[in-house]
């Protein structure tokens, strides 16, 4: 009986203590926009002025992978963000960031369902900055993406088991010929193991993930933008080389440096220079109601509707 006792004491301790835990977590929702300079990024338009030559582009794909996301407390401190595990666009730690739409060139991959936001839970505190990876860590990196979970099972964010996935993919169309293909595609390099269809044991000799971080963040107010003419500064896109236009993280590709110098990565060593990725362009913030403002009906923005919009989506494709 003294047994008995005990043990319904120690249950009403706990009931509490588990309530108490809950009531000092805090919803924390990060919203990303896609630009191309002072517009809003869309298949279906085409935009000029665009790198070195002042090219003409669209897009055909617009897609990224976010992992890792932290905190930071006014004391400096990093605390994880509990990600919400809705069995679409966030697993684990992980987030996939959607940006295409199934218009125009991008119907061959993708498909109508966009994302543009990470939810997640974290303990009550003043909250002053973020930092995030744009990658997939190790762990998660090299799977078999048929019997994955979404959203890692996106053939077309993919390689190879050793390879891994492709952490951004931005596939371009110049106007420098006729349909002219630009593709990014980021991933890790360096990753040994006997075969394509083996999963690397040891890590990948250049990671290729970037840390973004913004210390002073306004969770009410700002926005992520995700700014391709920022990422393509610089960029000739329309100059001839003897490899195919675009960086698909080859060491040798000469396409590559300048992209990843815009991501603040050394195209050598697959990591930033002292970890330090600072020179990256390719993220900035934005105020949330100069966002609303430009003008876009056919693209989620990152206000009360982005709320309903993710109930709407029912699978990735592509």
Request: overall charge negative; hydrophobic content about 40%; aromatic content about 8%.
């Amino acid at each position: 009986m003294r047994q008995i006792l005990s043990l319904f004491f120690l249950f009403c301790l706990t009931i509490p203590a588990f309530a108490q835990d809950e009531a000092e977590m805090q919803p924390i929702t990060l919203y990303f926009v896609a630009t191309v300079g002072n517009e809003m990024a869309s298949c279906s338009q085409t935009y000029t002025n665009i790198g070195l030559d002042e090219a003409q582009i669209s897009f055909n794909d617009f897609r990224l992978y976010i992992s890792n996301i932290l905190l930071i407390t006014t004391d400096g401190d990093l605390v994880p963000l509990q990600l919400e595990q809705d069995g679409l666009w966030q697993v684990e730690d992980v987030v996939l960031l959607d940006f295409e739409d199934g218009t125009a060139g991008c119907a061959t991959t993708g498909n109508e369902a966009l994302n543009g936001e990470i939810r997640g839970m974290a303990p009550v505190n003043d909250y002053v900055g973020v930092r995030f990876d744009v990658g997939i860590p190790f762990e998660l990196n090299h799977q078999d993406v048929t019997t994955a979970p979404s959203p890692l099972n996106i053939a077309a964010m993919f390689w190879s088991w050793q390879g891994g996935y492709k952490f951004i993919r931005i596939d371009l169309v110049t106007d420098a010929t006729q349909n002219a293909a630009w593709n990014i595609h980021i991933g890790s390099t360096g990753c040994e193991s006997p075969a394509a269809v083996i999963a690397p044991t040891a890590l990948c000799a250049r990671p290729n993930i970037t840390t973004i971080s913004f210390d002073e963040f306004d969770f009410e107010n700002d926005v992520i933008a995700v700014d391709l003419a920022t990422l393509l500064a610089n960029i000739a896109l329309y100059e001839n080389t003897p490899m195919p236009p675009g960086c698909m993280s080859g060491i040798d590709d000469p396409d590559c440096p300048l992209i990843y110098q815009n991501l603040g990565l050394s195209l050598q060593d697959g990591v930033c220079p002292d970890q330090d990725c600072s020179s990256q362009t390719f993220f900035h913030l934005a105020d949330r109601e100069d966002v609303i403002l430009l003008e876009r009906t056919d693209m989620m923005m990152p206000d009360e509707s982005m709320d309903e919009s993710s109930e709407n989506h029912h699978n990735h494709g592509g």
